[in-house]
């Protein structure tokens, strides 16, 4: 009898160890599969974006037209083609003057003031002098670079805009049928609901939609007060442009930490631009400290004020969590990951809160939902 139950219990250990094995399994190649199909889900996840942004006008032909479903979504789609349009036509001419300009910047003049701008400052203080430009040289980041990529940049360019116009067409495909049948996603998902848990996913879907939405206010909120403030601080500078060069650098901040620090770097490409000829220390220097000090105060108020407040509002989760969600999902997928990380994770919670509420992970995860 004692045999007999060590086999059982021998048993029953065998076959825990397989099951999570099994289980560990399946998460890894489910995020493989995640992984190689990632462009794929970045075109859904703009397409849901388009698709809630639209919403509203659909809803508004339908009710004061009269119009039929498809004509009302093939009409909003146009709009939104429109609206894009206009924006682009407005923005690409700045941006190319702008780079253009930017073109013209001498950088071995820049890199020459610099240095003698440090053996100014070194002489002042005392110390010995630190060659900034080749301390920077001899960092692993810069020694690692290949410079023969940037000749290539074009030519990458040009053979990524292929892709680049499938994606876009695929987006305003997806789109489109978003619009036309606001049920088709409900209908799809509740396919996999068990007989009895189709009210569970409705309210999943329903919770899902209005976070969501709230978050993508919140975002254009959040672009709206960094716009707002950049642009003060541009046109202060007198800069060409500045409403135009603070839009773009305030929508950079969609991309989560990467996206900050290269608007700051295309701000201060812009002041250098727009200087040309100026004397470093006494007229360019002063001028890149304070749009550098008006810059880092923006994104002080933006990290400290701004988003504690909007996106806690919106999708209820705390700025380390969301940190580390937009960490993680940087290093598997990328600048793609980190921008759909928190509607993704915002949609994971809401699931895991109506399904696996009996863990006290998910409790704490989710108490605020």
């Known amino acids: 009898m004692y045999i007999y139950e060590v086999k059982k219990d021998a048993r029953a250990i065998t076959i825990g160890i397989l099951r999570a094995l099994a289980v560990l399994v399946g998460i890894v190649l489910l995020l493989w599969f995640l ?67 930017i073109s013209q910047i001498d950088f071995q003049q820049v890199k020459r003031d610099l240095n003698e701008l440090n053996m100014q400052a070194s002489d002042y203080l005392g110390v010995d002098h630190f060659q900034l430009v080749e301390a920077v040289k001899r960092t692993t980041y810069v020694k690692n670079l290949d410079v023969e990529i940037i000749p290539s940049f074009i030519d990458i360019f040009f053979g990524n805009l292929g892709s680049t116009i499938v994606g876009i067409f695929s987006v305003l495909f997806i789109s489109f049928f978003l619009l036309r049948d606001e049920s088709l996603i409900a209908r799809s998902v509740l396919v996999f609901a068990k007989s009895g848990n189709e009210q569970k996913f409705k309210r999943i879907l329903i919770k899902i939609k209005e976070l969501l ?73 002063p001028l890149l400290l304070i749009a550098t000090g008006g810059y880092a105060i923006a994104q002080l108020f933006d990290n400290f004020i701004s988003q504690p407040v909007i996106f806690g509002h919106s999708v209820r989760s705390h700025p380390l969590e969301i940190f580390i969600v937009i960490l993680t999902a940087g290093f598997v997928f990328g600048i793609p990951g980190m921008i759909l990380a928190v509607p993704t994770y915002t949609a994971l919670k809401v699931v895991a809160k109506e399904f696996l509420s009996e863990y006290k992970i998910v409790k704490r995860l989710t108490h605020n939902l």
């Open 35 to 101: 992984y190689k199909i990632q462009a794929v889900i970045l075109y859904i996840g703009l397409a849901l974006v388009l698709s809630l942004i639209g919403r509203p006008a659909v809803l508004l032909l339908r009710k004061k037209l009269k119009l039929g479903n498809t004509f009302a979504s093939v009409i909003t789609l146009l709009l939104i083609i429109g609206s894009i349009g206009l924006v682009l036509s407005i923005f690409v001419p700045i941006i190319i003057e702008q780079g253009k300009h």
């Open 213 to 285: 939405s709230r978050y993508f206010i919140g975002l254009l909120l959040q672009i709206f007060i960094l716009a707002l403030f950049y642009s003060v601080l541009l046109l202060y500078l007198d800069v060409r442009d500045a409403v135009a060069v603070a839009l773009i650098c305030a929508f950079l901040n969609i991309v989560p930490y990467l996206g900050p620090i290269i608007g700051w770097v295309l701000m201060l490409l812009v002041i250098v631009s727009n200087n040309l000829g100026a004397d470093f220390s006494s007229g360019l220097l």
